[in-house]
């Protein structure tokens, strides 16, 4: 993101109304539209979705908390929760 300069992008008195709230300071100006929802682009969405997919279906089959929090290298709380999580969506 490049750093724009308000004083030649903006009219004077849009500006000085920017400047009654933030002065002197930078600002983050959102995009307009739809925002992308997280991991759609580069696919990282599909593979947890993936992943957890998996964690459930061992759970299911028996295989303990504890043996999936040390393959997958997350903490047993993050797998009770993906084990809850795909538990509600099942119902």
């Known amino acids: 993101m490049k750093y724009v300069n308000a004083r030649g992008l903006l009219p004077p008195e849009l500006l000085s109304q920017i400047q009654k709230y933030r002065d002197g300071c930078l600002i983050y100006i959102p995009k307009r539209g739809k925002k992308a929802v997280w991991g759609k682009r580069n696919g990282a969405r599909r593979k947890y979705d993936e992943r957890n997919r998996e964690i459930y279906k061992k759970h299911a089959a028996g295989i303990p908390v504890k043996e999936l929090s040390e393959s997958y290298f ?9 084990i809850r999580r795909k538990n509600g969506e099942r119902r």
């Open 74 to 82: 997350l903490s047993e709380d993050s797998i009770r929760k993906i």
